[in-house]
Structures are given as structure tokens and as C-alpha cells.
């Protein structure tokens, strides 16, 4: 079964500064990939997705995510943080258009002055 | 608007209650799923249905139960077997169709049992 590992729990960084988190799966085919945001309390909002073509993909709020197949990954970047951003970022897989998602552990996004 | 539909969003039970959580979706959506979410764990799938009439456990189905009577309404029943009902449920519907197809998801319904 497919698994994805979110190594980091909690990131707090600078508002201003850049940001990347952590994203690495396992399946031995490349799945579909997902980021996700959670505010608290509420439910979770696409922040974008890759199934083919581009390994770079730009999704919403100026977010990009880059697949590498070699290393099974999917990172999440953003240059310049703003304390908006500030949230629970999920990563997903699905082995198909048709399967559920399989979530990571989420990381805790905290944005400070 | 279309969208996911979760009612209500906060909800209290006393222990040994079954309690019934309301998701529909306007969407026109073939496929319903629902999700635990607790701190730390990420989320995780309790069933899912991809069609009227038929749907499949997920990963910890023990202690919930379902029905898909038709396509907009998915409610989920957290029932006196279920050990540890206190958490967030989620609600999400996607097409089915096609490559890529992202899950839209609800608002959530919290519940919380005493």
C-alpha cells in the first residue's frame, strides 16, 4: 500500500523568508500528488496537484510544488512567506484517478514577525 | 453555490450514544469519502463510496457506519463500538473520473463525546 511521509511536524519561519516542506511517498508506480491547506478548524483547500507532464507545478496563493521521481519526493515552496500563510499543509497521494487519497501526517506551518 | 455540505459543525454525545454526521455535496459527484483527522495523524479514511448503493471500508472502519441512498448524501454513524469517537470528521467528493481529479473537501464536523 502507498504510504507518504511528511518528515517535519512543525516549521516556523520568518514572514518574508522562503519556505519548503517535505514531502516523500511510496509506490512503486508515481502516484498523483496533492498539497493541501487546513486553517484551523476548517476544512482542507487544494493548493495544487501533479499527474503528468511539468515536473514543476504552480498551484494557488504562489505556491509550487516540484516532482522528482528519483528521490520519490514532492517538495512544497513558496519564495517569500506572509503570516497568512500560517496553517496545516497536508500532502496526498492516489495510485489513480479513481482511489481514495492517502494523506501524510501534516506539517504545522507557523509564520512569525 | 456548489460544494460539500457538513452538519452540524460541532456536535456532543454522551458515551454509548450513536450519533449521525450529515455530509451532502451538489456537485454532482460519483465519489464520497470520510476522513478522521487527529492532532498529529494526519487524516485518515474511515469509508468510501464510489457509486449509489455500494461503498467499502477504509483503514478504520471498526465502529462506523454508512449508507449511499443517493448520490448527494453520504452520512456517516459513529456508533457505541467505536472506542474512541472524540475527533474531527471530514467529508470529501470527487468526480471519479479522469486523471488527477482532486477531492473536494467540507468544512468538518467536530465532534466530542462525554
Known amino acids: 500500500a502507498q504510504s507518504v511521509t511528511q518528515p517535519d511536524i512543525h516549521i516556523t519561519v520568518s514572514e518574508g523568508a522562503s519556505l519548503e516542506l517535505r514531502c516523500n511517498y511510496s509506490y512503486g508506480a508515481t502516484p498523483y500528488l496533492f498539497w493541501y491547506v487546513q486553517s484551523p478548524g476548517q476544512g482542507l483547500q487544494l493548493l495544487l496537484k501533479?499527474?503528468?507532464?511539468?515536473?514543476l507545478v504552480q498551484g494557488i496563493k504562489g505556491f509550487e510544488a516540484e516532482f522528482k521521481r528519483s528521490q520519490s519526493s514532492f517538495n512544497l515552496r513558496k519564495p517569500s512567506v506572509h503570516w497568512s500563510d500560517a496553517a496545516e499543509y497536508f500532502c496526498a497521494v492516489a495510485i489513480s484517478g479513481n482511489t481514495p487519497l492517502v494523506f501524510g501526517k501534516g506539517t504545522r506551518l507557523s509564520v512569525i514577525a | 453555490d456548489g460544494g460539500i455540505t457538513q452538519s452540524p459543525k460541532y456536535l456532543f454525545r454522551k458515551e454509548g450514544q450513536n450519533v449521525t454526521l450529515s455530509c451532502e455535496q451538489n456537485?454532482?459527484?460519483?465519489?464520497m469519502y470520510w476522513y478522521r483527522q487527529d492532532p498529529g495523524q494526519g487524516l485518515r479514511l474511515i469509508y468510501y463510496s464510489q457509486i449509489v448503493n455500494d461503498f467499502q471500508k477504509g483503514d478504520i472502519a471498526e465502529g462506523y457506519s454508512v449508507s449511499r441512498e443517493k448520490k448527494e448524501s453520504f452520512p456517516l454513524t459513529v456508533t457505541s463500538a467505536q472506542k474512541n469517537p472524540t475527533a474531527f470528521y471530514l467529508c470529501a467528493s470527487n468526480p471519479r473520473q479522469g486523471a488527477g481529479t482532486e477531492a473536494f473537501f467540507g468544512q468538518g464536523t467536530r465532534l466530542t463525546v462525554v
Open positions: 456537485l454532482n459527484h460519483d465519489a
Open positions: 501533479y499527474f503528468s507532464g511539468d515536473t
